[in-house]
């Protein structure tokens, strides 16, 4: 049910949805289900019941908590992000900004031990244990919800997505965001004056995008932050409650490409609160970079003809770092319906 609630000044207008909850704790058939239809509707879904122990979740909570609360010299021992390290308002290479602090990590073991080893010298294991612990916990959910939509598309072979993710030469990244909370005495006031605000004076954290990869979960404490766009109108945004206890699943524009556009990679961003600290974790499933991305067979009709041409997953990286963060990277492997691509 959408309703419009209001249409402040700024012409973004701010609507109530529910979105989808996949509860997966469910009967497969219900969940698979479902899980496609949140994917094709919103590309964005929640999951309760997961199965990911409360102890890992907690563990990196608090490692994350440490880490960013550590002397800016301390944090900037990880390396500039270029693009992996650590990072603090700058995002990509093409002069994109936001409120935020950040760390971004192959999901590799050795990446991870490698950057985070310099920081506690006296226990350099303990922060890259948690955060390798949480990954392929979180790596093996992926993989789950991935296979659960396989199956829901009626895929002949239903682990082609989440074979990719399992490989051990998975591109798959994580990130760490921070969103500091903005003091100052006239905070409020500096606020209303500033661009880069919402109705309610937040200031954007990580500005609107789509996420490259196949498939993006992401879990934040309890400050909210994120927006999708809405799926029928590009100017209305909806904020998702935010609950610790669930995983936020999106669909990236590697998986519209492989659906060749059935499920649909949708537009997202984080603002940032005035008063509390947003902390939030995201686990982005990349396949190899020699892995060719290209619409599946199945995917293809009389009347749905083949709408992007293929790919390589380091070809699409390329061209992703090339472009600012709200630019439509998987426009320009598009295909129209005689075959030709604006790019070649
Ligand atoms: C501005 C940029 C940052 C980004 C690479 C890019 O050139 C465009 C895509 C951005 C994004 C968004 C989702 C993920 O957070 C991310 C790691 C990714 O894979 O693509 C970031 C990139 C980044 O921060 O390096
Ligand atoms: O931090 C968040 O809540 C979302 C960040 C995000 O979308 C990203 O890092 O790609
Ligand atoms: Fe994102």
């Avoid at 949805?17 to 929640?46: N, Y």
């Avoid at 303990?126 to 392929?136: L, M, P, T």
């Avoid at 669930?246 to 524009?253: E, L, P, S």
Wanted: hydrophobic share 35%.
């Amino acid at each position: 049910m959408v309703v419009a609630t209001s249409m402040p000044e700024n012409k973004e207008k701010a609507i109530q949805l529910d979105l989808p909850v996949i509860d997966l704790s469910w009967r497969r058939d219900a969940v698979k289900k479902l899980a496609v239809r949140a994917c094709e509707e919103f590309g964005f879904f929640k999951v309760i019941n997961h199965g990911i122990p409360k102890e890992i979740i907690e563990r990196v909570d608090r490692k994350s908590k440490e880490f960013f609360a550590l002397p800016a010299s301390e944090k900037q021992k990880v390396g500039p992000p270029n693009p992996l390290g650590y990072g603090s308002k700058k995002i990509g290479p093409n002069g994109d900004t936001g409120e935020l602090e950040y760390l971004l990590f192959h999901t590799n073991p050795s990446s991870i031990n490698q950057r985070v080893g310099m920081i506690n010298k006296k226990d350099p294991k303990s922060f890259s244990c948690v955060a390798n612990d949480y990954v392929e916990s979180v790596r093996e959910l992926t993989c789950k919800i991935l296979e659960i939509i396989g199956e829901g598309l009626g895929l002949y072979d239903t682990k082609a997505f989440s074979r990719l993710i399992r490989e051990s030469e998975s591109d798959s990244l994580v990130r760490m965001n921070h969103y500091p909370p903005y003091h100052g005495i006239n905070a409020e006031k500096e606020l209303n004056c500033m661009n880069n605000k919402d109705d309610k004076g937040y200031r954007l954290g990580f500005g609107e995008h789509t996420d490259p990869q196949i498939l993006t979960v992401l879990r934040s404490n309890d400050v909210e932050g994120l927006q999708i766009q809405s799926p029928s109108d590009c100017t209305s945004w909806i904020p998702v409650k935010s609950d610790p206890s669930a995983f936020f699943v999106n669909v990236g524009d590697a998986l519209q490409a492989m659906t060749n556009g059935r499920l649909v990679s949708v537009r997202h961003r984080a603002m940032a609160n005035t008063k509390r600290s947003r902390l939030s974790t995201m686990f982005f499933a990349a396949p190899s970079l020699q892995t060719s991305i290209y619409p599946l067979p199945e995917m293809m009709t009389v009347d749905n003809h083949q709408r992007y041409r293929p790919y390589t997953w380091a070809e699409y990286k390329k061209t992703m770092y090339s472009l600012r963060l709200a630019s439509n990277c998987l426009e320009l492997f598009r295909i129209d319906s005689k075959g030709n691509n604006s790019m070649r």
